[in-house]
């Protein structure tokens, strides 16, 4: 028996007394149980996101707050000891400290409250990522992970281009948008170019170039510009980065059969999606590039975004408006139709008008220390490790090509980039680090710590009762499109019960309350969500309804000019509510100026170039506004402009009110061949106008046929017959 073993108990030490199998178990359960929970949790997280439908954030969030929250729980009770820099770690708590008090202050609550959740589900992904890769021996394990991931959301890139019908011909995948999908490849391309350039074994560098060109042919298909600019500017990096490592001659070899893969791979995709898919694309980005100053381009609208940004920081420079909130005060500041957008396509200047300077500095801070690690780390790494040198490297410089994309998109509005982001950068920071010690822990402090666990946990309901809300609200909103409220009443119902502090849900309960014909609790309804969102257009414009349904027109219209003052564009609806307003109180020259000063807005506007969700309800609503510009102009006896505001509604949309009226208009101009024409076209709709009949018959009297003009008389009679008399 060895002399370090107790004569009575095998396992004991005889030096110590302690027993070394129970000590490893004792170490497996204080340290290692956390860490393959983290690895766990982060290999089923980067599978995930390039399924996700682009990083649609009710459902990925919480699907994200699900798998990540229990893994910080299991990490805070079974501590791991590792040590961030202090100058991070300082700036972390600064930001998060800052962030939470423009939430407090918020213009809306409940939207500030869910992006800070998942501002913090971004830093605990920098957690984990700085976390799991302190076993620097799993770093080629995590590298074929970021590989497969890249592949699967290609592979959906393509099989989007070639077989999905979209508004446009680009390689959208499984994200919401083609630059979604060109943003989130932005983050391992350089990674994937680098190493299929430099890697010595001829096999893994096959794969690599294999990766690189799929890449490569899906970022152009994508045809985003920003991505291409962002690449544009990381190149100088790379070439810096790889000089004197690789030998020219095979790079430049290497590079061509990348880019002829790429180039045959883009072949066999277009006769699938269409002869001249790409030529139309590039002609339509090349256009827009050409004429980006101009109204109509998508720079130029950048530039509004931009300048609106500006603005609302300029009314609240401190705390911001709040997360969340761009899309409610940008309106204010907008200055076309075209263009409307919850987000200010700059994650700078949208960060900078919801939170205010101070967070702005602090994030700024926090990505020059996480950079400024991310360098010190990559020094220690030797020069003989060029495969962990050259990954950690091109993994970086994805990470400044991702931060210069934000400057002209919403990636980080979208979770399956942002968070990613954040955990490649934690990988980053982390990566080299010794081995923590792990420290002892006293009892009251492991029952603080299980508390904290607790907390976290309970934590994760929050962005996972936003998404069942926000399911609920959608599949209540087929049932109240197919007319059947009782059912939308139930969904409706549970979502405002998981979520009462949305307030688009209360408005939606508003909107059924209507329906349901009780204006009273539809109006208790939208002060509910007038109390949460109190700069939201569109709940004053709902209120303005239900108080007209109440018949209190004064405050109808105070709540009208409310939403428009907060939205002075889009409020189609509020505008033609104000205009009747002063046509009932005799004022018709007030209302002739507020249709027109509405109808400005959209003078020659192109509605096939608005985005369908938008074009849909906006044209029936300028039709009306048009139709009743016209009825006042014929109460003014101006019959020529109510003649041009009547065409231009149908120009929009058919609509028989419009044609009845411009008969009526040129039966007042004596014009009676043309009003016949327009008479007889509104008899033959379905609509019943029976006044339409007593003109008909007016007008062929006076065209000397007294036959129709009895005709149409004994109708109008009929008709007038079987019309309810008015109490």
């Keep these: 028996m060895s002399k370090h073993k107790s004569e009575n108990n095998p396992n004991l030490d005889a030096v110590s007394g302690k ?118 021996e799993i770093f080629r394990t995590i590298n074929g992970l970021f590989l497969t991931n890249v592949i699967i959301a290609c592979a959906f890139g393509i099989f989007y281009f070639v077989s999905i019908t979209r508004t446009e011909p680009r390689a959208y995948g499984r994200f919401f948008q083609a630059d979604m999908l060109a943003g989130y490849l932005l983050l391992f391309f350089p990674m994937i170019l680098m190493l299929a350039l430099t890697i010595a074994d001829r096999k893994k560098a096959a794969l690599y170039l294999i990766a690189a060109s799929l890449t490569q042919a899906v970022l152009f298909l994508t045809f985003s510009r920003g991505a291409a600019l962002s690449l544009v500017c990381v190149i100088p990096i790379i070439i810096w980065t790889l000089f004197g490592k690789v030998k020219p001659g095979e790079a430049i070899v290497r590079f061509i059969i990348m880019t002829v893969l790429a180039v045959v791979l883009i072949s066999v995709c277009i006769p699938q999606a269409g002869k001249n898919a790409v030529k139309d694309q590039l002609d339509k980005r090349i256009e827009e590039t050409v004429s980006s100053g101009s109204a109509d381009g998508s720079a130029g609208a950048r530039k509004d975004f931009y300048l609106a940004a500006l603005k609302i920081t300029a009314s609240k420079p401190v705390s911001g408006t709040g997360l969340g909130t761009y899309g409610y005060h940008y309106p204010v500041f907008q200055s076309r139709v075209k263009y409307y957008s919850r987000y200010a396509h700059n994650f700078y200047l949208e960060l900078l008008s919801e939170a205010g300077i101070p967070v702005l500095l602090a994030f700024l801070a926090l990505l020059f220390f996480i950079g400024k690690t991310i360098i010190q780390r990559q020094k220690n790494i030797p020069d003989s490790d060029l495969f962990a040198k050259t990954a950690l490297a091109g993994l970086s410089i994805g990470l400044i090509s991702s931060l210069i994309h934000i400057f002209l998109d919403v990636d980080f509005n979208f979770s399956a980039i942002g968070f990613t982001f954040w955990v490649i950068a934690g990988l980053l920071a982390g990566y080299g680090q010794e081995e923590p010690v792990v420290p002892e822990r006293t009892v009251s402090e492991r029952l603080l710590r299980m508390a904290g666990a607790t907390g976290l946990c309970a934590l994760m309901f929050v962005p996972f009762a936003y998404n069942l809300s926000f399911d609920l609200q959608e599949k209540g909103e087929t049932f109240y499109r197919e007319g059947n409220l009782d059912k939308t009443a139930v969904y409706y119902n549970k979502a405002v019960l998981l979520d009462p502090m949305d307030n688009e849900g209360w408005r939606k309960m508003s909107d059924l309350a209507i329906q349901l014909k009780k204006p009273e609790e539809a109006l208790a309804f939208i002060n509910k969500a007038i109390t949460l969102s109190p700069f939201r257009s569109r709940n004053y414009e709902t209120k303005g309804r239900i108080l007209d349904i109440l018949g209190r027109y004064d405050e109808a219209f105070t709540c009208y000019a409310k939403s428009v003052e907060l939205d002075p564009i889009n409020q189609v609806y509020a505008y033609q509510a104000i205009g009747e307003y002063y046509i009932r109180k005799g004022k018709f020259n007030e209302a002739i100026d507020t249709f027109n000063k509405c109808l400005s807005f959209y003078k020659d506007m192109d509605y096939n170039d608005l985005w369908h969700f938008r074009a849909i309800p906006l044209k029936p609503q300028v039709a009306a506004v048009y139709l009743t510009l016209g009825e006042t102009y014929i109460r003014l006896n101006k019959f020529d402009d109510a003649i041009s505001a009547f065409e231009n509604s149908i120009k929009l949309e058919k609509n028989i009110p419009s044609v009845f009226g411009m008969g009526y208009a040129f039966y007042s101009k004596q014009d009676y061949k043309k009003a016949v024409q327009l008479f007889e076209e509104v008899a033959a709709s379905p609509l019943s106008i029976p006044e339409t009949h007593f003109y008909l018959s007016d007008c062929y009297l006076r065209l000397g046929d007294k036959q129709k003009a009895e005709k149409h008389s004994e109708i109008f009679r009929e008709l007038k017959k079987k019309q309810p008399e008015k109490k």
């Excluded at 149980?33 to 996700?52: A, E, K």
């Excluded at 929250?69 to 700036?91: D, H, M, V």
């Excluded at 972390?92 to 202050?105: D, E, K, N, Q, W």
């Design 19 to 136: 027993n070394p199998q129970a000590e490893g178990i004792s170490r497996l359960f204080k340290s290692d149980i956390s860490w393959i929970v983290g690895f766990v949790f982060l290999t089923i997280l980067l599978f995930y996101l390039p399924l996700d439908l682009g990083g649609f954030y009710p459902r990925s969030r919480a699907i994200i707050a699900v798998l990540i929250l229990p893994f910080f729980a299991i990490k805070l009770i079974f501590p791991s000891g590792e040590q961030y820099p202090r100058a991070l770690r300082n700036t972390f708590i600064a930001f998060f400290g800052l962030l939470l008090m423009s939430t407090a202050v918020s213009t809306d609550f409940h939207n500030s409250f869910i992006e800070t959740v998942y501002f913090l589900l971004c830093a605990m992904g920098f957690v984990l990522g700085y976390f799991v890769i302190k076993k620097k």
